[in-house]
């Protein structure tokens, strides 16, 4: 009964990460106007374009579609 208790209090917490996924860089490439940021895993790659003056985050969190 005190694990059902405790499962039901983290469903929330839970659900509000539903449908996010998180990605470690693999890739940076430069342009003449910007940077871009592959970031993937053995299922998912994303591309982020920044500013040459930025830095690519380490990892990204993305809203799954």
Do not use: W
């Not at 469903?11 to 342009?31: C, F, K, S, V």
């Not at 970031?39 to 040459?52: F, K, M, P, Q």
């Amino acid at each position: 009964m005190k694990h059902l208790v405790l499962m039901l209090a983290l469903l929330p917490a839970l659900a509000a990460h539903a449908g996010r996924i998180t990605l470690i860089l693999n890739d940076e490439q430069e342009t003449d106007s910007a940077k871009i940021c592959v970031y993937s895993n053995a299922n998912y790659t994303e591309t982020v374009t920044i500013r040459l003056s930025q830095q690519c985050r380490y990892t990204m969190t993305f809203e799954e579609e």
